[in-house]
């Protein structure tokens, strides 16, 4: 199999266009004018897709979407704040981690993985504990796939007077994060998932005002993004070593997102996939692990096979041969594969894994697909 054409159907880094990777075929200067606008073009065409222009600023940060949300948290929770962190999956315990770390205030409601965090239970841990200052969301628990309502979760948060920030690093891109209604304190993503770039740096989005007032919160200088904003906006530069590559990939991912018709156009497709998987996955026999109203059309984690036959080490190896990269699941109790349907992917590409993981299963002498 020739490696260029290996389709990835993770929930990041995606399969890009090659149009995104023939963008990083040549050097850049990284003080030079030509990058320095590249810099502002993509902040502002980032601004525009945030519907944030002249209220927000548009941070980027060197390293992977971790990095971003690590840098949100620690930037705009003061010193002294608590953040109420509700926990459905993997990525609502890294940032419960990066608070343990940080030594920074944070409670935790935890609901079990595959369940959508409820508004209600919010609003009642708001009402009891007042020293929480902000909440945090995981917009798509990208782990299990689920979406939180994060449209009542912010009206909560919102109505309780506390602050919002959002990890959308699963869902910038796709879905429709306007900060007039979402009134968000900060939002992380990165541009290796919806948007279709490649991984390399992180992207923050605040208001204005917040940006200001965020100067000294953060304990690490290298993830303080109050600072790396103001220099942006001073002299147009990154304070350190910029990822030229992915920036470039970035400016013709955010052109390929435009010119496929934006937000809505780039969600229609991926429901599309999450359809057109569903259905070819269904058809025989696979179990998905939660109810399609709960799913986003990120990812979908398929229940693993209770044949004894059924190797996951074995089935991703046969799959990766064959050209089609999946993942295994990220939950502690059920064992689960899961396939993504974001990416430079159509739903025919989502037809064609499926029929790849009924023939290898049975290849395994896997015969009955349920759980
Ligand atoms: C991918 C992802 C991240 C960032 O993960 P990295 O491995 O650091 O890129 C954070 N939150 C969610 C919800 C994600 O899907």
């Excluded at 920036?247 to 359809?275: K, S, T, W």
């Excluded at 004894?308 to 991703?316: C, Q, S, V």
């Amino acid at each position: 199999m020739d490696k260029k054409s290996l389709r990835l159907y993770l929930p990041g880094p995606v399969t890009t266009d090659p149009r995104v990777r023939d963008a990083m075929t040549r050097d850049w200067g990284v003080w030079d004018e030509e990058f320095r606008s590249m810099t502002a073009q993509v902040r502002a065409q980032l601004l525009g897709l945030a519907c944030g222009e002249g209220s927000h600023g548009c941070v980027l940060v060197q390293g992977s979407g971790s990095f971003g949300v690590e840098a949100m948290v620690q930037t705009f929770l003061p010193r002294d704040g608590r953040l109420l962190i509700p926990v459905n999956g993997k990525y609502g315990e890294r940032i419960a981690t990066i608070c343990e770390k940080l030594g920074r205030g944070h409670s935790l409601l935890t609901v079990p993985e595959g369940t959508a965090v409820d508004p209600g239970a919010i609003d009642a841990a708001l009402a009891e504990d007042r020293d929480i200052s902000h909440v945090v969301v995981v917009h798509c628990e990208t782990s299990s796939g689920t979406l939180n309502p994060l449209d009542d979760i912010a009206r909560v948060t919102a109505d309780r007077g506390r602050k919002l920030l959002i990890d959308a690093v699963s869902t910038f891109g796709a879905f429709d994060l306007n900060p007039d209604k979402l009134g968000y304190d900060a939002l992380a993503t990165s541009p290796n998932k919806c948007l279709e770039g490649v991984p390399g740096c992180a992207i923050v989005f605040a208001p204005q005002d917040s940006l200001r007032a965020a100067l000294g919160n953060a304990q690490s200088h290298s993830l303080d993004l109050a600072d790396q904003w103001q220099q942006f906006e001073a002299t147009g530069q990154w304070r350190f070593t910029p990822p030229t590559f992915v920036v470039a990939a970035l400016a013709e991912a955010l052109r390929l997102h435009e010119a496929e018709g934006g937000n809505p156009a780039r969600l229609a497709r991926y429901q599309a996939n999450h359809a057109a998987l569903a259905e070819a996955m269904e058809g025989q026999g696979f179990v998905p692990l939660m109810d399609r109203a709960l799913q986003a059309p990120v990812v979908i984690s398929y229940r693993d096979p209770a044949d004894p036959n059924f190797k996951f080490t074995r089935f991703y190896t046969r799959l990766r041969d064959r050209g089609f990269m999946i993942y295994p699941g990220h939950l502690t109790d059920i064992p689960t594969f899961r396939v993504a349907c974001i990416g430079a992917l159509q739903p025919q590409d989502m037809r064609d894994v499926a029929a790849a993981i009924g023939e290898v299963c049975h290849e395994m002498g896997v015969t009955n697909f349920a759980p």
